[in-house]
């Protein structure tokens, strides 16, 4: 996104969270490929026959950032990361939902890496993922949000050093200790 677009993204999610309902239709078509582009790093791999789209993702998520409580957007970046949130939480359900065995079964093993990509195929490993996440989340709330914006929204280092105002190298340090603390965690 050029910075000019980014700039109107965030004069309008201002105006969004004062009331305007036309902002919100200005923003929609601004917003909605960076939107598509993250439910897609979810959605990948997916068998063509499974019952959860990218697009219903995607639709989904904007009713829970526009349904509810009013928001005070910060800007695009802040938009983003509760989008991440937003789709996290989405997942996580959806794949509850298709859990056939009661919370707390087997734990799994599972692999963190930088181009992680959450799929419906693999709902025991959300779980798990998402448990053990809010364990983290208890002991360092920044090391969790890195997490969830980097394994679960598919962001770069860059973008999630953005959203929550941190250097490059803080969010690689947060990574570096979360992978290992919940590899840790997922796999005793």
Known sequence: M???????????????????????????????????????????????????????????????LAGGEKKNWKNRSHFLGVAALAMRHILV??????????????????????????????????VAVDEALKGLERLDARKGRVVELRYFGGLSIEETASILKVSHQTVQRDWRFAKSWLMRELTY
């Open 93 to 126: 359900n959806y794949a509850l939902s298709k859990q056939s065995q009661k919370r707390g079964g087997d734990r799994q093993q599972v692999t963190l890496n930088d181009n992680s990509v959450v799929s419906m195929e693999r709902s025991e490993e959300i």
């Open 2 to 64: 050029l910075e000019g677009d980014s700039h109107r993204v965030t004069l309008l999610l201002n105006q969004w969270s004062d009331g305007s309902d036309a902002a919100l239709e200005e923003l929609i078509p601004l917003v909605y490929d960076e939107l598509h582009t993250m439910a897609k790093r979810y959605m990948s791999g997916q068998n063509q026959g499974h019952t959860f789209q990218t697009t219903e993702l995607i639709h989904e998520a904007y009713l829970k």
